[in-house]
């Protein structure tokens, strides 16, 4: 796998778990990351996740931020999660503001 989508997959990856594994058209591998949560004081609130996400899994709202109402992006819907990782290609955010996690194979 060529890229991986944020620190937590990466993390995750040297884990040592086995996780499902797809492949794109071409037949290169990837390991879809399904979206658990925003950590809300690295989101700058752009939205540009919600744009791109297929599953509709995001909504702005304001949340309290170290004691500040601060407007973020929150999941809303995670089971609708496709796991292409789009939501973190386009966060400006270095590593994505998202947390993520891969399927992991459990036999």
Known sequence: M???CCDVLGKELKSGKKFVINR???GEEWIPAFVQKVDAEKCTGCGSCIRVC???CYELKEVLVNG???KVSVVVRPENCFGDCHCHKVCP???GAMICKPKEILY
């Open 2 to 4: 060529k890229e991986k």
């Open 24 to 26: 794109t058209a071409s």
């Open 54 to 56: 297929l599953g509709n």
């Open 68 to 70: 500040k109402k601060k």
């Open 93 to 95: 955010v270095t590593g």
